[in-house]
T-cell receptor, first 115, second 110 residues
Framework: GAGVSQSPSNKVTEKGKDVELRCDPI?????LYWYRQRLGQGLEFLIY????????KSGLPSDRFSAERTGESVSTLTIQRTQQEDSAVYLC?????????????FGPGTRLLVL | RKEVEQDPGPFNVPEGATVAFNCTYS??????FFWYRQDCRKEPKLLMS???SGNEDGRFTAQLNRASQYISLLIRDSKLSDSATYLC???????????FGTGTKLQVIP
């Protein structure tokens, strides 16, 4: 079946512009995560959605970052007034939900370059 | 202190060698653990879950030591295709936040 998809795959933008990244989770997955991975670095947790619960935004690095999710489907991550340090790969993952042994399935990521 | 710590490597090993990675976690509330593999410029993919009793999948063996708060991954008979970064993951029970280590890079050389 279809996996997690993300768009765009690559995005080049100018400093100060806003960008919107999209994630389509696997159908039926109630949990959705956003991560950031800078070049040569590990995954940095950004935000987590679980069903209709309030999202866990504890990983968002600044108020320029926000994310939304419509029900248990598409999620968008918005970065306002982009800075060069925002350049990274933004990965989305989804899982079925609440079980502790849940596996996360990752999308291919969006490579963001801020000039 | 990072919640999940790994030796970044790189580990350079010849084909056919056995190599082991350790990963330590600091939060004793962590309940489930995983190893993911990430190839260069690709997304992470699940390699295996780690159970208290340890588990084996072909050439790969994962172990969990709760007393010392570390997990390990053993790769036997290394293949060139095993070259990748191996990410250790800890997940807390009752709360779905997942913490990734920064990864250990393995390079298998002919």
């Amino acid at each position: 079946g279809a996996g997690v998809s993300q768009s765009p795959s690559n995005k080049v933008t100018e400093k100060g512009k806003d960008v919107e990244l999209r994630c389509d989770p696997i159908s039926g997955h109630t949990a959705l995560y956003w991560y950031r991975q800078r070049l040569g670095q590990g995954l940095e947790f950004l935000i987590y959605f679980q069903g209709n619960s309030a999202p866990d935004k504890s990983g968002l690095p600044s108020d320029r970052f926000s994310a939304e999710r419509t029900g248990e489907s598409v999620s968008t991550l918005t970065i306002q007034r982009t800075q060069q340090e925002d350049s990274a790969v933004y990965l989305c993952a989804s899982s079925w939900g609440l079980a502790v042994q849940e596996t996360q399935y990752f999308g291919p990521g969006t490579r963001l370059l801020v000039l | 202190r990072k919640e999940v710590e790994q030796d970044p490597g790189p580990f350079n090993v010849p084909e056919g060698a056995t190599v082991a990675f350790n990963c330590t976690y600091s939060n004793s509330a962590s309940q489930s653990f995983f190893w993911y593999r990430q190839d260069c410029r690709k997304e992470p993919k699940l390699l295996m879950s780690v159970y208290s009793s340890g588990n084996e999948d072909g050439r790969f063996t994962a172990q969990l030591n709760r007393a010392s708060q570390y997990i390990s991954l053993l790769i036997r008979d290394s293949k060139l295709s095993d070259s990748a970064t191996y990410l250790c993951v800890a997940r807390r029970g009752g709360y779905q936040k997942v913490t990734f280590g920064t990864g250990t890079k393995l390079q298998v050389i002919p």
